[in-house]
């Protein structure tokens, strides 16, 4: 590397700059030929993924049958933009009492002083701001179009306005421009070496890094709450942890994760580990660790994870502890599969569960949000065939269908970060599980598209048949505490709510704040969010927030208060291997070591 320039004159060398380039060019040309080198065969299933091109075109329709309307949009822009050039004159003159726009409260793209200090770049942001919004209001009130055209064509509007934000930018981004002078243009040469890195990472497609990979080891600073594997199959590994009680509640709790990710999103650290805390509460915790599956289990069908996921892990129990009641959390797409499996067990008069709780999971895909825009048929016929050469689907396709979700976010945050700033990714537990994703088999991943998302058969009494037994979720009477989220885009609390109408049993829904993650742990300790309660549990959504009380904090407590009473008489404490079962390893255990 060239010596760094004198910061006196304030701005970089040019020219080392682009000798630093060069030399990084070549150095990972190998690389960046991966990135561009694009078969043509592939070019056509490239052009349009996502099956948008249909729906633009209706929109596009749309506009035209309506042309005063369309004028009417652009008038309004027009005049927007001529007010924000008067107010941005005044203020110049110093007269600051001119109409702002300001961004959404909680948008960090424009979080820096400079945004709105400097009016060159106040100018720019408002702008940018003005005409996004435009966009969205324009591309959100066409008439005439179909339900699923109209989300279609709103999502990926949005997607495009966030792409074309003025902070993504190297010369419309102040920070960005400060770090370049102050460091002499080391933040761009830093950050190609990460563009570099993170294309390699991606074996030729850009995989940008969130977190530092290597800051994080399963069993040594995540994943570490005692345990052993005491049962394992072709699909999983069941974790039972050591007690830290004298007394535990007689009826075990078992908690199905969802398949897409590791499990250990509830077993992070100890300070937000959600595993350490209900052992710390008296419960015998067993955890399911599902299998980063490869193409020999392609064929696994809902059934197999019914079969070997729910009821052979429920055998497995009893044989560990002697005790045939348990109760369950199942959580995101576990807790679905959770439901139908409470379903199928009801059918056949199986009893052993006694209460079940579910994190974030939906049985009603009506209102799944913005995930369906990624679901039609002609996606899925596409998605299908992805699969068929290898039998899976990477976890990195799903991570970038959640991603997309929150762009801002989980996209374009980091892309700044790591290629204009030329910055490390930070370490963080959370983005360190987001980035461990796990493949899904052909099979089953299908079966739950097209049977929960695309045609809602799992919320229809006899929709679906498991073992040749028709499904009927009415069928569970069984207490259920139903916890969902505010601010979550995965599985969203309308959504989620819709669950509270299809039990036959005692059901307590529960709100929380923040997301689909933070909104699930949030232990107690950090005095973070709040949650709403209704306490009188009414069976309409808007009734049932009506009532509602913010109550400060975790539900942990809310939710442990409720479990209690429903898990038996206090017994002496068991420990992995006092039962039938041998124990296999240690805890986080091999299956969840397997990386993509």
Known sequence: MSEKPDKSSGM????????????????????????????????????????????????????????????????????????????????????????????????????????DENPIFDFIKQSYLITSRWLMDTMSNIEGMSEADAKKVQFHTKQLADAMSPSNFLLTNPDVIKATIDSGGQ?????????????????????????????????????????????????????????????????????????????????????????????????????VSWVNPDQKLSGKTMEDYLNEGVLETLDAVEAATGESEVNLIGYCIGGTLTGAALAYMAAKKDERVKATTFFAAQMDFSEAGDLKVFIDEKQLDSLEEQMAETGYLEGSAMSTAFNLLRSNDLIWSSYVNNYLLGKDPMKFDLLYWNADATRMPRALHMFYLRECYLKNNLAKPGGISLNDTPIDLGKVTMPIYLQSAREDHIAPYPSVFKAKNLFSGPVRFMLAGSGHIAGVINPPCANKYNYWMNEEQPDDLDAWLAGAESRPGSWWDDWNTWLAPLSGEMVAARKPGDGELDIIEDAPGSYAKIKS
């Open 12 to 115: 970089p060398d040019l020219g080392a700059m682009t000798s630093e380039f060069l030399q990084l060019l070549e150095k990972n040309q190998q690389a960046f030929a991966k990135l561009i080198a694009t078969p043509p065969q592939a070019i056509g299933k490239m052009l349009d993924p996502f099956n948008v091109l249909g729906s633009f075109k209706e929109s596009a329709k749309g506009l035209a049958s309506d042309p005063a309307r369309l004028m009417k949009a652009n008038l309004d822009l027009w005049q927007q933009h001529m007010q924000l050039w008067q107010s941005a004159a005044a203020k110049v003159l110093g007269d600051k009492t001119g109409v702002t726009t300001t961004a959404d409260k909680g948008d960090k793209r424009f979080k820096s002083g400079e945004w």
């Open 187 to 287: 933040n761009l040469v830093r950050g190609m070496q990460n563009l570099a890195r993170d294309i390699k990472a991606g074996d030729g497609k850009l995989k940008i890094a969130m977190t530092d990979e290597n800051a994080f080891e399963l069993g040594v600073n995540v994943a570490t709450t005692p345990g052993k594997i005491v049962y394992q199959n072709d699909i999983l590994q069941l974790i039972q942890y050591e007690p830290t009680t004298e007394e535990v509640y007689r009826r075990p709790l078992v908690i199905f994760p969802p398949w897409i990710n590791k499990y250990y999103i509830l077993d992070l650290q100890p300070e937000n580990s959600f595993v350490r805390w209900a052992v710390g509460h008296g419960y015998t915790v067993f955890v």
